[in-house]
């Protein structure tokens, strides 16, 4: 078997028609999603195409349970993602409950090469937990104590990283969406093997298409996450207190 990984898509629409193109032309047996799959500037229209995909399994970021929670009412979820309430205010309750099915976490045995793979959104325990290529190795061994695989793949930090601890291979599939180091979109084919992928999209009618959506942050989510995105070593750094915080 052979799964393409796609994480972190944010309402990132332009992003995410780029890469299903070239997923096409990859003919996977399955497309896993990693979490995070609406919340940013046009997340119906996202969910949407996301909705149509033939053979696909879809696990929840916190992102998408925050969304689920403005949807409800209910009061907001500790991470909920980028105006979580302008965007739950344009899904219908089909999507809603489409979010909702989402799984905890998919596993599957026999992906080519690789053995058993987990993909979960941060952590095989939560989805909020960061892992990055810099977490202290008894830091990870704590976030993939709960795990029986040979590889997990995840999202949630943005930024791609493939690393070993112990016996587990960790790869973080990237953002499709909201990349940290160099735009485009960044996603991940898995068997046989591990490859990291960056598709290129054109940049300048993304950004007309996300300011005309209504956000209100098109501007900002068009200029720092499309024409710019952060620098790897900003991301880092954002990561690193993102982590402290969490450790303290």
């Given at each position: ?8 898509i ?5 992003a ?5 193109r ?5 003919k996977?047996?399955l ?9 940013g500037?046009?997340?119906?229209e996202?969910?949407?195409?996301l ?6 399994r879809f ?5 998408d ?7 409800d009412?209910?009061?907001p979820?500790?991470m909920?993602?980028?105006?979580a ?32 793979v ?5 952590t095989p ?7 990055t ?7 990870m061994?704590?976030?993939l104590s709960?795990?029986?695989?040979d590889?997990v793949?995840c999202?949630?930090?943005?930024m ?5 601890v112990?016996r587990?291979?960790v790869?973080n ?7 940290y ?6 996603w ?10 960056r598709?290129?999209y054109?940049l300048?009618?993304a950004a007309r ?7 209100p942050?098109?501007?900002q989510?068009a200029?720092e996450?499309?024409?710019r ?9 954002f990561?690193?207190?993102a982590e402290?915080?969490q450790?303290?």
């Open positions: 078997m052979r799964v393409a990984a796609l994480s972190d944010h309402g990132n629409l332009p995410l028609e780029a890469v299903l070239e997923v096409e032309d990859e996977p047996d497309i896993v999603s990693c979490g995070d799959v609406a919340s500037p046009m997340p119906a996202t969910i949407a195409l909705m149509t995909l033939p053979r696909a696990v929840r970021g916190n992102a349970r925050g969304l689920i929670d403005e949807f009412g209910k009061p979820s500790p909920p993602g980028p105006f309430g302008w965007c739950a205010k344009l899904l219908d309750r089909h999507q809603r409950d489409f979010l909702a099915a989402f799984e905890d976490a998919v596993a599957i045995d026999d992906i080519d090469g690789l053995g058993r987990v993909f979960c959104h941060a325990r939560n989805d909020v937990d960061v892992m290529k810099e977490t202290p190795l008894e830091r061994r704590a976030h709960t795990v029986e695989a590889v793949v999202g949630h930090t943005h791609q990283f493939d690393r070993h112990d587990i291979r790869v599939a990237g953002s499709v969406g909201m990349p180091g160099e735009p485009g979109a960044y991940t084919m898995l068997g046989p093997g591990v490859r990291a992928r598709t290129e054109d300048e009618e298409r996300v300011r005309a959506a209504g956000s942050v098109g501007e989510f200029t996450n499309l024409l995105v952060p620098s790897v070593e900003e991301g880092m750094e990561l690193r207190k402290a915080r450790l303290a």
